[in-house]
C-alpha cells in the first residue's frame, strides 16, 4: 500500500516569507508526528497528533511555527516569517491506533532552504 | 532538544567485516529502536526492542537493550555494499495510559562499505 507523502519535496524561499509543508499520512493512521532533522543531524521532534487534535507540540521551537489537521489525516506544517536557521528536512511519520509494540513509518521528507 | 549519544559517528570497513554501533541516555527508555536512512529519504525501522536485557536479531542485524535502559547496541555481520547509509538510534518513554509515543535519536553513525 502506499506509504506516508510529503509534499513538496523541496521548498526554496526567501528570508521572511511564509512555507507551508504537507504530509499525508498512511490511510487509517491516527498518530502523525512532525520531526525537523538538520543537516548532521538526527531527527528531532516538533509535534504529534492523535487524530485532528495536537496532543504534544512541546518541540515547536517558538510561535511562528504551527501545524493542523483538520480532519483527523492530511497535516498542514506552517511556518511563518521564515528564517534562514529554519533550513532542515522536515519529516512526517503515522502510526497506526497506539498499542505496545506500534511503528512509526516515515515520509521521504521535504527539504525546505531558506536564502 | 535531546539527542542521544551515538557512536562512532562514522565507520569505513571493508565488505564482509562486522559492524558494530552503540548509542547512550542519560535518561530512560523503555523501547529502544534502530533505524536506517538513504540519501533523500526518511528512516525506515530495522529493529525495536521493548525489554530491558533483550536481545533480538533480523537477518544479519542484531540489537541489544541495555540493562539499565540507558543503552543499546546495533551489530551488523558481513556488511555488504547495500548496508551503506545512516544509522540511527532512537529511544521510546511509553507511559501507561499515555498517548504520545516521540522519539528521541542520536545523531546517526555514517556507515560506508568498501566492496
Known amino acids: 500500500g502506499a506509504g506516508v507523502s510529503q509534499t513538496p519535496s523541496n521548498k526554496v524561499t526567501e528570508k521572511g516569507k511564509y512555507v507551508e509543508l504537507r504530509c499525508d499520512p498512511i490511510s487509517g493512521h491516527t498518530a502523525l508526528y512532525w520531526y525537523r532533522q538538520s543537516l548532521g543531524q538526527g531527527p528531532e521532534f516538533l509535534i504529534y497528533?492523535?487524530?485532528?487534535?495536537?496532543?504534544?507540540d512541546s518541540g515547536l521551537p517558538n510561535d511562528r511555527f504551527f501545524a493542523v489537521r483538520p480532519e483527523g489525516s492530511v497535516s498542514t506544517l506552517k511556518i511563518q516569517r521564515t528564517e534562514r536557521g529554519d533550513s532542515a528536512v522536515y519529516l512526517c511519520a503515522s502510526s497506526p491506533v497506539r498499542g505496545p509494540q506500534e511503528t512509526q513509518y516515515f515520509g521521504p521528507g521535504t527539504r525546505l532552504l531558506v536564502l | 532538544g535531546q539527542q542521544l549519544n551515538q557512536s562512532p559517528q562514522s565507520m569505513f570497513i571493508q565488505e564482509g567485516e562486522d559492524v558494530s554501533m552503540n548509542c547512550t541516555s542519560s535518561?530512560?527508555?523503555?523501547?529502544w529502536l534502530w533505524y536506517k536512512q538513504d540519501p533523500g529519504e526518511g528512516p525506515v525501522l530495522l529493529i525495536a526492542?521493548?525489554?530491558?536485557?533483550e536481545l533480538t536479531s533480523n537477518g544479519r542485524l542484531t540489537a541489544q537493550f541495555g540493562i539499565t535502559r540507558k543503552d543499546s547496541f546495533l551489530n551488523i555481520s558481513a556488511s555488504i555494499p547495500s548496508d551503506v547509509g545512516i544509522y540511527f538510534c532512537?529511544?521510546?518513554?511509553?507511559?501507561?495510559?499515555?498517548?504520545?509515543?516521540?522519539?528521541?535519536f542520536g545523531k546517526g553513525t555514517l556507515l560506508t562499505v568498501n566492496p
Open positions: 526492542l521493548y525489554k530491558a536485557g
Open positions: 535518561s530512560i527508555f523503555n523501547t
Open positions: 532512537a529511544g521510546q518513554l511509553r507511559h501507561s495510559g499515555g498517548s504520545n509515543y516521540k522519539l528521541t
Open positions: 497528533f492523535q487524530g485532528t487534535g495536537a496532543a504534544d
